[in-house]
């Protein structure tokens, strides 16, 4: 793109929040190279349209960072983190970890995947091959602290749990939204980018918006009717309005009836949940809970969405089912307007959406355990709250060394104090992080991966949770450093190195994973590759790097038979178009349906019916996001720390004077896993027996090098709990709506 002889335009799509909003960044040139200068929203991006937000408008600042880690930390014989060159710290790793695993078996290496791998093309690509090439059974995502419920959900009633619905925002007529702030979080399990424009073009096309939520976020002031419902309680309050829809003679599959197995046996399930039965638990009129299933029911189309908020939460799984539950019982699952699986370019190519499912293999639970506490695996992962004690504990399998990519448990994850400490008795640790973070301290090895800048860019996760298909790829705006390896190189070369292939060409992953890919897709008469020659079709592949033509061979492979020439000639991306039915596509059950009331599900429903008459006293506390945040990694971005962008604790008016809290004065907040000390903010935003602290804080550990964030380091609130509050079907860590002591400090 034109540009002066000092500065040029190039695109990249944002990798800081699910968004992926398109950036168009201009690049400038001085003497010592170049660097990102200012960003827009690229107008012409076919899925954003210009859209962008504070996190995008940063893209430059946290590129530029001044304590992202440019050369690999190894350390010495004192314990000291040095510098290295790249060939030395990859030599550390292997000389390490083979005799460890040769010695103690596989399942003595831990890896920990952290939310922003699923931000990079990289993070798409190589962490599966990472973790066949290791055999550990030992993996451990922040999947456990935020949407394994969906996955679980996904994976009882659909077979697949990779199948996720998406709300049809921008042709739907009624949205129920639960536990979910997009205003702040733009989005989660459903990429939108202007999530706020969406929800605004809902309304002024005259439909109806109704937000759950303890607390008046933003996007509950946009709502047509709030709902401050009692932290916890989500799948009271949904299955309270399955049931209406069965007294009413409300639920109606639709076209769905003959896809849809159990009716029955979920109208049985429900009995117990009047809106009377559920009206106390969840803090709100039963007459309320009625008009919220009649508007669903008679709306032209609709949509169910939750949350973070009614995941991480006791009944985190059941919630996530119910969402579905309602979609499917007001006819609104897999039709335009209610909630559609999108087809992401990449996907493999599906048969006909006309042909019904054939049975499938189903999900399973708890194929494994973790050794200590024996909580069972949710699609091949443990939970991280467990991450500390498989450390700790001697014993046969113990974990001796981690792997973390991308990840910071310590402050992601229950008791942080434990881990930490567990952490520093480890045989091993290597991180693959651009920060010396209150995680990566620990490690032996720190490979920095270079700025995003540097890294071409496809979403590989977020395109199949779109609200509409497209396709778009960003090659690097701006050049390597000589002699810096691309975060793709880094994440193959620490394959080799775990796998006994040190010093390979890291070019051998790539061709190994393409081999193995196109003998599949020759062999598999649904694909587009069938019956032809493998070598032929893997000498046609395009693209300037290994993971270029891994990416072609996918695209290659999909439902739309693109190529990468297809998108680079296409800089803005290519629309797909709208979502459309496909069920019978993305169903996995043994039964070839949807099966609405899976094994699992109705054994934990007597947990849900107790549920029913407990009446929780004191104050509970939840999480809350902002626009200016995500997690604990945009901590050390100056833009990003101005505003309300502040770890406080929020308290309504009634609780602070009852309790002697000042504005601006510190409270000591308690619970099961420890207590910290907090700056109180005093508003009617959240509802009296609420307080609100911010997650992803607490950067006031020694070791770290990230100086904004230690300016203002803020408290950890996950230091509050202990580990030992998780949803039993999911893995996932209860981090809302569990009580707490709150008092003056001092």
């Known amino acids: 793109?034109?540009?002066?002889?000092?500065?040029?335009?190039?695109?990249?799509?944002?990798?800081?929040?699910?968004?992926?909003?398109?950036?168009?960044?201009?690049?400038?040139?001085?003497?010592?190279?170049?660097?990102?200068?200012?960003?827009?929203?690229?107008?012409?991006?076919?899925?954003?349209?210009?859209?962008?937000?504070?996190?995008?408008?940063?893209?430059?600042?946290?590129?530029?960072?001044?304590?992202?880690?440019?050369?690999?930390?190894?350390?010495?014989?004192?314990?000291?983190?040095?510098?290295?060159?790249?060939?030395?710290?990859?030599?550390?790793?292997?000389?390490?970890?083979?005799?460890?695993?040769?010695?103690?078996?596989?399942?003595?290496?831990?890896?920990?995947?952290?939310?922003?791998?699923?931000?990079?093309?990289?993070?798409?690509?190589?962490?599966?091959?990472?973790?066949?090439?290791?055999?550990?059974?030992?993996?451990?995502?922040?999947?456990?602290?935020?949407?394994?419920?969906?996955?679980?959900?996904?994976?009882?009633?659909?077979?697949?749990?990779?199948?996720?619905?998406?709300?049809?925002?921008?042709?739907?007529?009624?949205?129920?939204?639960?536990?979910?702030?997009?205003?702040?979080?733009?989005?989660?399990?459903?990429?939108?980018?202007?999530?706020?424009?969406?929800?605004?073009?809902?309304?002024?096309?005259?439909?109806?918006?109704?937000?759950?939520?303890?607390?008046?976020?933003?996007?509950?002031?946009?709502?047509?009717?709030?709902?401050?419902?009692?932290?916890?309680?989500?799948?009271?309050?949904?299955?309270?309005?399955?049931?209406?829809?069965?007294?009413?003679?409300?639920?109606?599959?639709?076209?769905?009836?003959?896809?849809?197995?159990?009716?029955?046996?979920?109208?049985?399930?429900?009995?117990?949940?009047?809106?009377?039965?559920?009206?106390?638990?969840?803090?709100?009129?039963?007459?309320?809970?009625?008009?919220?299933?009649?508007?669903?029911?008679?709306?032209?189309?609709?949509?169910?969405?939750?949350?973070?908020?009614?995941?991480?939460?006791?009944?985190?799984?059941?919630?996530?089912?119910?969402?579905?539950?309602?979609?499917?019982?007001?006819?609104?699952?897999?039709?335009?307007?209610?909630?559609?699986?999108?087809?992401?370019?990449?996907?493999?190519?599906?048969?006909?959406?006309?042909?019904?499912?054939?049975?499938?293999?189903?999900?399973?639970?708890?194929?494994?355990?973790?050794?200590?506490?024996?909580?069972?695996?949710?699609?091949?992962?443990?939970?991280?709250?467990?991450?500390?004690?498989?450390?700790?504990?001697?014993?046969?399998?113990?974990?001796?060394?981690?792997?973390?990519i991308a990840a910071n448990p310590v402050l992601s994850a229950p008791d942080g104090d434990r881990l930490d400490r567990a952490l520093g008795g480890l045989d091993l640790m290597v991180s693959v992080d651009p920060y010396l973070n209150e995680t990566s301290r620990h490690a032996d090895v720190v490979l920095p991966p270079p700025p995003p800048s540097r890294s071409g860019h496809y979403d590989f996760s977020f395109n199949g949770l779109a609200v509409r298909n497209q396709v778009r790829y960003t090659p690097p705006a701006i050049p390597l450093d000589e002699g810096a390896p691309d975060e793709c190189e880094i994440h193959a070369r620490l394959i080799l190195a775990v796998g006994g292939m040190h010093g390979a060409d890291p070019s051998t992953v790539d061709d190994m994973v393409i081999s193995r890919s196109l003998a599949r897709a020759v062999a598999d008469a649904r694909s587009p590759a069938h019956g032809q020659d493998a070598e032929e079709l893997a000498a046609r592949l395009s693209g300037r790097s290994g993971p270029e033509r891994r990416l072609d061979m996918m695209l290659r492979l999909g439902p739309y038979e693109l190529t990468l020439d297809d998108l680079l000639a296409h800089p803005h991306g290519i629309d797909l178009g709208p979502l459309q039915p496909r069920l019978s596509q993305v169903l996995g059950t043994r039964s070839g349906r949807v099966e609405l009331l899976p094994g699992p599900i109705a054994a934990d429903l007597p947990r849900l019916r107790r549920a029913l008459s407990a009446r929780g006293g004191g104050l509970v506390l939840v999480g809350r996001r902002h626009l200016r945040s995500n997690n604990s990694w945009m901590h050390n971005i100056p833009a990003l720390q101005g505003g309300s962008n502040r770890c406080t604790l929020q308290v309504h008016p009634d609780d602070a004077a009852r309790l002697g809290l000042g504005d601006g004065g510190l409270a000591r907040v308690k619970a099961a896993g420890g207590e910290v000390e907090v700056p109180v903010e005093i508003t009617g935003d959240v509802r009296p027996g609420v307080v609100s602290l911010p997650h992803g804080w607490g950067h006031d550990r020694p070791g770290t090098r990230t100086r904004v964030a230690a300016a203002r380091p803020g408290v950890n609130v996950n230091q509050l709990l202990d580990g030992s509050l998780l949803d039993p079907l999911s893995g996932t860590a209860v981090l809302n709506g569990f009580a707490v002591e709150v008092g003056p400090a001092g």
């Open 1 to 404: 793109m034109p540009g002066t002889d000092a500065t040029r335009t190039a695109l990249r799509i944002c990798p800081l929040c699910e968004a992926t909003c398109g950036l168009a960044l201009t690049v400038e040139r001085d003497g010592t190279g170049e660097r990102v200068g200012t960003v827009r929203g690229d107008r012409a991006d076919v899925f954003s349209g210009g859209f962008i937000c504070p996190k995008g408008a940063s893209f430059g600042e946290l590129d530029a960072d001044p304590d992202r880690l440019r050369t690999p930390l190894v350390r010495d014989e004192h314990g000291e983190l040095r510098e290295a060159g790249w060939d030395e710290a990859f030599d550390a790793i292997a000389a390490r970890i083979r005799p460890l695993t040769e010695k103690h078996g596989p399942d003595a290496v831990g890896v920990v995947l952290g939310n922003p791998n699923v931000h990079t093309m990289a993070g798409g690509l190589y962490p599966p091959v990472l973790l066949s090439t290791l055999r550990t059974r030992n993996l451990f995502t922040a999947s456990t602290l935020d949407q394994m419920p969906k996955h679980v959900s996904s994976g009882l009633l659909f077979g697949n749990a990779l199948a996720i619905p998406v709300p049809d925002l921008d042709r739907t007529d009624h949205l129920l939204l639960l536990g979910a702030n997009p205003l702040d979080s733009n989005g989660s399990l459903c990429t939108a980018p202007d999530f706020p424009g969406r929800l605004k073009a809902l309304r002024r096309r005259g439909g109806r918006l109704t937000v759950v939520d303890p607390r008046r976020t933003r996007t509950a002031r946009l709502a047509d009717r709030h709902v401050a419902i009692r932290p916890g309680t989500d799948a009271l309050l949904l299955a309270a309005l399955v049931h209406v829809l069965f007294e009413e003679d409300l639920a109606d599959p639709g076209a769905l009836a003959g896809q849809v197995e159990g009716m029955d046996r979920m109208r049985e399930a429900v009995r117990d949940f009047t809106p009377e039965a559920a009206a106390a638990a969840c803090d709100m009129e039963a007459a309320a809970i009625r008009t919220i299933a009649r508007e669903l029911a008679s709306a032209p189309t609709a949509a169910v969405y939750g949350r973070i908020g009614s995941c991480t939460v006791e009944h985190g799984t059941l919630a996530s089912w119910l969402v579905d539950v309602l979609n499917v019982l007001t006819g609104n699952l897999d039709r335009p307007g209610g909630a559609l699986f999108p087809l992401a370019a990449h996907d493999r190519a599906p048969r006909p959406a006309t042909e019904p499912a054939p049975p499938g293999r189903g999900f399973a639970l708890g194929r494994w355990a973790s050794r200590v506490a024996g909580h069972p695996e949710a699609k091949g992962e443990l939970p991280i709250a467990a991450l500390a004690e498989e450390i700790e504990t001697p014993g046969d399998g113990r974990i001796r060394a981690v792997i973390t």
